[in-house]
């Protein structure tokens, strides 16, 4: 059984910076990591996502503002939010699974089979 655990998150201004953090223990057969984000009353959105050999995809609202990484020695993976802005504000969750090849990585919510319990960032003007 994986293990998620997400930290990072805080509260910030617009225009500012956060860098969210999900380390897995027990990592156990998974080759695709994500992060998601879900506001209140609303449904679960996608953020990112990265392959165990390094491809990334993001969501169009994102784009060019965060970055996914990771750190395979650490078993960490990171998402770095520049620009944040107000819309930003949610509960990011981290979220592992397996896929078949690194074109099925995507942030979409039916790949991913393990969740972390979430950090809040909130963004304020």
């Known amino acids: 059984q994986v293990e998620l655990v997400e930290s990072g998150g805080g509260s910030v201004q617009a225009g500012e910076s956060l860098r969210l953090s999900c380390t897995s223990k027990?990592?156990?057969?998974?080759?695709?990591m994500g992060w998601f984000r879900r506001g209140a009353g609303k449904e679960r959105e996608g953020v990112a996502s990265?392959?165990?050999?390094?491809?990334?995809a993001y969501a169009d609202n994102v784009k060019g503002r965060f970055i996914i990484s990771q750190s395979k020695g650490e078993n960490t993976i990171y998402l770095q939010m520049n620009s944040l802005k107000p819309e930003d504000s949610n509960m990011y969750f981290c979220?592992?699974?397996?896929?078949?090849?690194?074109?099925?990585?995507?942030?979409?919510?039916?790949?991913?089979?393990?969740w972390g319990q979430g950090t809040r960032v909130t963004v304020s003007e």
């Open positions: 979220a592992a699974g397996r896929v078949l090849r690194a074109g099925d990585c995507l942030p979409y919510s039916y790949i991913f089979r393990q």
């Open positions: 027990y990592a156990g057969n998974t080759d695709c």
């Open positions: 990265i392959f165990a050999s390094g491809e990334v």
